[in-house]
């Protein structure tokens, strides 16, 4: 009974991101985000079946998840004027401390994933041992500029 509760949770979820994102109830588009939901759903419990993944956030990274999102509309500046100047951007290797298995360490890098690629001049390509790889289409000069969250 559990699983199928994770399995509706996970469904209706994406069920509204697809309404989010479609921006469109006409029945075809209603019936799509039912069928992709499901598929994203089963794919997810499949996931989760096979590796479980236990995160144990601190609440305190919370505020570099308000940095992050703060520096969305810098970013979308930074971005338009780098495309105007048609840049190609470059790579970036800075150090993060990407430690162990343990449910502390998962969650950090993942909140640090999600939140360092969240504006679009940065994508966060992976996280290592000792390195994040981020790809910057305008790079400041400080290389914390590629954790806006602060997570390293």
């Known amino acids: 009974m559990r699983a199928l509760a994770r399995w509706i949770t996970w469904w209706a979820a994406l069920a509204a991101l697809w309404l989010v994102l479609v921006d469109n109830t006409k029945l075809p588009e209603l019936l799509a985000g039912v ?7 089963t794919a997810v419990r499949a996931v989760e079946e096979r ?3 236990r995160l144990s956030p601190h609440p305190a990274w919370a505020a ?16 338009a004027v780098a495309l105007a100047r048609r840049r190609r951007g470059s790579f970036r290797a800075i150090r993060f401390r990407g430690g ?11 909140l ?7 504006g679009p001049n940065s994508y966060v390509i992976g996280i290592g041992d000792e390195v994040m790889l981020v790809h910057q289409l305008d790079p400041p000069d400080d290389p ?3 954790d806006p969250a602060g997570l390293r």
């Open 100 to 110: 162990g298995d343990d449910p502390e360490s998962v969650a950090r890098r993942a």
């Open 64 to 79: 570099g998840g308000l940095r992050a999102l703060a520096r969305v509309p810098l970013d979308c500046w930074v971005l």
């Open 112 to 118: 640090a994933e999600a939140l360092d690629s969240l």
């Open 144 to 146: 914390a500029s590629a």
């Open 35 to 41: 069928v992709a939901a499901a598929l994203g759903a």
């Open 51 to 53: 590796h479980p993944v």
